[in-house]
């Protein structure tokens, strides 16, 4: 199931992100990729990028305050992602495909910020009704934001690696509160 969402968001994201850019938008997509700007400062943008946004969202997911957010993001991904082979690809097939879509093909006619929310609203994380998880999705449109000022400055190769490092940290974290959550019920 894994290797299936990833290869489809690979392959709808990601190839219908290349064919906007380069047959609709007639962009040079090598542009587009990595900009006209040094490819080691897009790598270390991506990465320092990447952990602070991934870091700063699980501080908010571990909060008292957010705990049954945490434990239903678990319980829903926690059984899928258990193994780290199959947490990376997960994070390189969404970082990489996401992005081609979203910041590289919607952004150029979007902008950047109606592109971070509609990508927020999309994963379900601005629901009105649900005040912890309207807060964590205000928190992840401006870090969708933030993503979306590297594409526009430097290129997607950035916000690639920044959105493989979140998705990296934060499913490790749903998988670290899935394994508690199973230890606590076998302890009841």
Do not use: K
């Not at 290349?18 to 080691?40: E, K, S």
């Not at 994963?123 to 005040?131: I, K, S």
């Amino acid at each position: 199931m894994v290797f299936l969402l990833g290869g489809l968001t690979l392959l709808v994201f990601g190839a219908g992100g290349v064919a906007l850019v380069t047959l609709v938008q007639q962009r040079d997509l090598w542009t587009v990729l990595f900009g006209r700007g040094d490819m080691l400062m897009q790598v270390g943008l991506g990465v320092a990028t990447g952990l602070i946004i991934g870091f700063g969202a699980r501080a908010i997911i571990r909060r008292p305050f957010m705990r049954d957010l945490d434990a239903q993001f678990a319980e829903r991904l926690g059984p899928r992602v258990g193994r780290l082979t199959d947490r990376l690809f997960l994070s390189v097939c969404a970082g990489v495909g996401e992005e081609l879509f979203f910041r590289g093909a919607l952004q150029h006619w979007l902008g950047a910020l109606f592109t971070a929310v509609l990508f927020v609203a999309i994963h379900g994380y601005l629901d009105p009704r649900d005040r912890r998880m309207m807060i964590y999705g205000l928190f992840m449109t401006t870090a969708m934001t933030m993503l979306g000022s590297l594409a526009h400055n430097y290129g997607l190769l950035a916000p690639m690696i920044a959105h493989t490092l979140i998705d990296i940290v934060l499913f490790g974290q749903l998988v670290g509160t899935y394994r508690r959550l199973l230890a606590e019920r076998a302890q009841a």
